[in-house]
């Protein structure tokens, strides 16, 4: 897992330095955390010890999200074996990272639905990638962040359970903003091999009761302009 000491970022790697001088960022970009790293520091519940295996594995999940929604090539990521990497979703077929980028990224993996569409709050086959961007960043205007509650197992499966939060301050999907806290916690599972490269990853959570969430606002006939800068559901957690 990525050292603490690292330059830049407080609870991530691999954004700066040396080893990203090449690196391709979706927004042109690094991303920058300080508004989402506030809301974290504010609304956290734990506060893992640096060096810990907690704060070791939360470092690994947020670095693995930042990239995951940040950084278009494959081969840039420090976080994954590229070759390897699975991503497995409530039980779903695994998908590649080459799998994930062609179903419009993680908000379309994340959220993967069987209900019939015109059910769907969040419809992953008819959004892309800026699309799904802009509504969550829109919903989320200071993020969607993430903590680790509770490691039960080390390397080689890491085995953790997280909670996801952030305040709906802007409209989603025609329903007015609420200003309300919305949350979720989920189970997850990380394999890594000898050298702490990601090669598969398991999530466990009900995105419906997130969703539904979204519903509290009342209808309106329009969307506020997006904000498409940063990533707020998982790449700025």
């Not at 990521?77 to 979703?89: E, G, R, S, V």
């Not at 959004?127 to 919903?139: C, K, L, W």
């Not at 000898?194 to 519903?215: A, C, P, Q, T």
Request: proline letters at 7%; one cysteine or more; a negative charge.
């Amino acid at each position: 897992m990525a050292s603490s000491d690292v330059e830049g970022d407080k609870y991530r790697s691999f954004i700066y330095g040396e080893s990203e001088k090449n690196t391709v960022w979706r927004y042109g970009a690094p991303p920058n955390f300080d508004i989402v790293n506030k809301l974290f520091e504010e609304g956290r519940t734990q506060e893992w010890p640096v060096g810990s295996l907690e704060e070791k594995v939360q470092r690994l999940v947020k670095t693995w999200e930042m990239e995951l929604f940040h950084k278009i090539r494959p081969q840039d990521y420090k976080t994954t074996n590229p070759d390897k990497f699975l991503f497995i979703n409530n039980g779903r077929k695994p998908l590649t990272l080459k799998q994930i980028g062609e179903m419009g990224g993680g908000y379309n993996a994340f959220l993967q639905t069987s209900l019939p569409p015109k059910l769907r709050i969040f419809d992953p086959a008819q959004e892309s990638t800026e699309s799904s961007q802009s509504a969550f960043t829109t919903a989320f205007p200071r993020g969607f962040v993430l903590e680790v509650l509770q490691v039960y197992s080390g390397p080689p499966a890491i085995t953790y359970k997280f909670r996801h939060w952030g305040y709906m301050e802007g409209p989603f999907k025609g329903h007015a903003p609420t200003g309300e806290l919305v949350e979720f916690i989920g189970m997850a599972i990380f394999h890594v091999d000898d050298e702490m490269k990601i090669e598969k990853v398991e999530f466990f959570y009900e995105r419906g009761d997130f969703l539904s969430e979204f519903l509290k606002g009342a209808p309106i006939d329009h969307s506020m302009p997006a904000t498409i800068s940063g990533c707020p559901f998982m790449g700025n957690n």
